[in-house]
């Protein structure tokens, strides 16, 4: 590079060499001689001069960059170095970690991760001339390290799906890392990770465990008890567990851990316990007879003529070889039918499989405990029966409950539950209405006064201050508008004005407002990547989720205040990280939002989208804002995330697709004063609801069109498969007589493939109207609308 830089040509940029400032001269023998990778960005436009380490990082961009401008030759990140040469030469230092970048090094868009440090290089006038950079790139060492992180939730979700339970301790004090469920369910305990096990639990101090803990992490080497007896929770029961006690290593080999794993086995332990105990009754009968003879006198005996379980003797071929008399007045099969059928015959389908693994365990000599399956009745219906089986000489002995009245009621109270939860939900619905009747009626009542205070002071003939019942009325009306979109918005059903969107411009706009709106407890951090693509959603929607982020940021962070950090990014999601986030894979803008407040819990994460839920105090939070900002990411084609750590602080994640499309230009139709006049263009208006069908009628007629009305869809039908002229139809979405008005505009356009169609409607019904996907000629437009609005549209319409 040092050689390159002599044999460049500078003279239309820096000037030969032999003119340069010491300071320049010394900051590049400084840098060429340097082993890390290292550019200086000289003067006002950032002339690049970089070292041979850095002409690798550069890749297929080496040797042009040389000389050029930093923003020419990093295009893609043209608003990024804007930033750092304007802090540089201010004399201000930048230092970013792991900075994730999308660069075009070899001609394609490649997503990398760097260390960047810029300083200024003060010149010869003791100002900033340049700016120096440090690039190091990180990319394999944060996909490694995402790699390990990937491996190690894999391994614990492993261990969470395990059927035993699994706990880890780490230290020569048994602290808690790791507990799966099994473990907590098996414990009854809630509290583990950072806790010793002593602290969790004080009860078995006393009952040699916590000595065999010691004993296993001071020698290194495994311990495995079977049937080992704890009494946990100061019960007097005795628990019958198998533990394996596995030593932990480090790096070096030496212990520095516990893995705990197990089962219970107090069931088996006990059914076991009690069929040796029979046996040993059995023998003392008569030890002299032979083992088909004890089978008989069982199957004789009082007991099994007259319990109500069934019982039987099962075969290694599947088979019944004695079945009791149980069989006949449950199921209605006799002991010679029993007999004649294999156990798989009698299942239920959808039983058969899991019962056939659970046979050949027993043929292993393992006890089946409390194993369900449901048997058909003679009648062709099924019960269910609650199984025990052990199995012995080739034999397993089982003894089966009738469950089905238990399984019944489980399934009654899950319909209860279920109906209470319902129940809930409509008594927070019933809240909601409850309040937007009130301030409907509040809306109502300014509209409908001012209407009756405008048409006396008519009927008077005083005009003068009339306009303020006018503004008056419109405002009130401009409110019910308004709250009738937050109520769209929390049903997810709202229309939205999507429009190609700038996030760092539209964060930038919004930066005072969040500041003041969080307060001066809370320090505000927004970092906007370099070269951020655009995205096409709702900005208002956009704008009033981040609000409301921001706002559910400050409150976690109150009262003791905090930081709150504002972030934008590229995103490439493959086929995996795409379904980790229920997204189709692509590429997506993403919006972070960062507090350091409280954090939230797995629980809490895993509701915090459901309607009505909130954790703050009654009277502070109707439960609807995430709910809504849910809905409207969604309906714009992306999703939202939570990552939150208790005490840390939580991160909300959107993800909106990137749009690649042309620029829109905007309609200014507020500027309208009136609708703009007609020539006797004919239009066809369809509506179910009076007055707005003879408002548009009557304002259509006004400005000289032609206007033509139907009540509902198959009257307006009528009217377009006549040879009447229509050069517009005007419909709402949702009709009666059974055809809405998307079915009547794609009929009419059969006949008039050129019929251009104006949509009205009070939400978006996504499925009438296609899911928001439109033909060319058709617009909607969302009521209530101004008139000058409908004037554009008619307008545009007709004359596109």
Partial sequence: MAARIRAYDWSASLGPIAAWPGSLKTTVGLLVHSPVPIVLLWGEDGVMIYNDAYSVFAGGRHPQLLGSKV????????????????????????????????????GKPEQVWMNLDYSPVIDESGRPGGVIAIVVETSERVLADRRIQAEQERQRQLLRQMPGFVGVLSGPEHVYEYVNEAYVTISERSEFLGRTFAEVFPDLTGQAFLPLLDQVYATGERHVARGMELRLHGSDQTQYIDFLFEPTRDAKGEVNGIFIGGYEVTDAYRAAAALRESEARLRELNAALERKVIERTQARGRTWQVSPDLMGALNSQGYFETSNPAWKSVLGWSEEEVASMSIFELLHPDDVER??????????????????????????????????????????????????????????????????????????????????????????????????????????????????????????????????????????????????????????????LIRRSVGPDVEVEVVGAGGLWRTRVDPSQLENSLLNLCINARDAMAPAGGRLTVETANKWLDDRAARERDLTPGQYVALHVTDTGSGMTPEVIARAFDPFFTTKPL??????????????????????????????????????????GPDEVAEDVAAAAAIDPGEGETVLVIDDEPTVRSLVVEVLEDNGYTAVEAADGPGGLRILQSDARIDLLITDVGLPGGINGRQVADAARTVRPDLKVLFITGYAENAAIGNGHLEAGMEIITKPFAMAALGAKIRELIDR
């Fill in 71 to 106: 923003r020419e030759g990093w295009p893609e990140a043209a608003d990024f170095n804007d930033n750092v040469m304007k802090v540089g030469l201010a004399g201000g230092v930048l230092a970013y970690r792991d900075q994730e970048m999308t660069l075009y090094r070899s």
């Fill in 355 to 512: 019962t056939r693994s659970g046979f050949d365990l027993t043929q292993q000599g393992q006890p089946a405990i409390r194993f369900p399956n449901r048997y058909r009745c003679k009648d062709g219906s099924h019960r269910w029966i609650s199984w025990v089986g052990v199995p012995e000489d080739g034999m397993v002995y089982c003894s089966g409950r009738d469950i089905t009245e238990e399984k019944a009621a489980e399934a009654e109270l899950a319909q209860a539950q279920e109906a209470l939860r319902q129940a809930q939900k409509m008594e927070a619905v019933g809240q909601l209405t409850g309040g937007i009747a009130h301030d409907f009626n509040n809306l109502l009542a300014g509209i409908s006064g001012n209407l009756e205070l405008l048409e006396k002071r008519l009927g008077d003939g005083r005009l003068s201050g009339i306009e303020r019942y006018i503004a008056a009325a419109q405002g009130a009306s401009r409110r019910a508008a308004a709250l009738t979109q937050r109520l769209l918005a929390f049903s997810r059903r709202q229309t939205l004005d999507p429009k190609p969107v700038d996030a760092n411009r539209l964060i930038a706009g919004m930066e005072d």
């Fill in 619 to 660: 009277g502070e939070g109707t439960g609807l804002g995430l709910s809504m900002i849910y809905g409207f990411v969604r309906q714009s084609g992306g999703q939202v995330r939570i990552y939150s750590e208790l005490g840390k602080g939580t991160t909300m994640c959107l993800y909106l697709p990137r749009y690649t």
